[in-house]
């Protein structure tokens, strides 16, 4: 069953890729205009619109994920030590319910 489901998965991804590709495609076939952008004074070689709107939108993407990843990191660690503590703290409540009580020593003596 998992190999089944990481075979639609595999395929689904390509699927995606593909999509996103063609799509791609398709938005610099129909906006074939050129222009010359100039960025902190260098200017930049002469080419269609749309292959710099889609520089733009995937290094944006990448820069989201990149963020995104160093943010749920640090909240995945702060969990993390969050956890210990709750984890130390319960061994601690568990060795102190466990040691037998003064009073039930005394009656079975």
Request: charged share 15%; hydrophobic share 50%; aromatic share 12%.
């Amino acid at each position: 069953m998992k190999k089944i489901l990481s075979l639609i998965y595999k395929i689904l991804l390509v699927v995606w890729l593909l999509g996103i590709f063609m799509f791609g495609a398709w938005f610099v076939n129909d906006n074939p205009q050129q222009m010359q952008l100039a960025l902190f004074g260098f200017k930049l070689p002469e080419t269609s619109t749309a292959a710099y709107i889609m520089i733009t939108l995937i290094a944006g993407t990448c820069m989201g994920s990149i963020f995104t990843f160093t943010v749920m990191q640090k909240r995945l660690f702060a969990k993390q030590r969050q956890l210990k503590k709750v984890r130390k703290e319960a061994d601690k409540l568990k060795a102190i319910n466990t040691l037998p009580d003064a009073a039930s020593v005394a009656v079975t003596s």
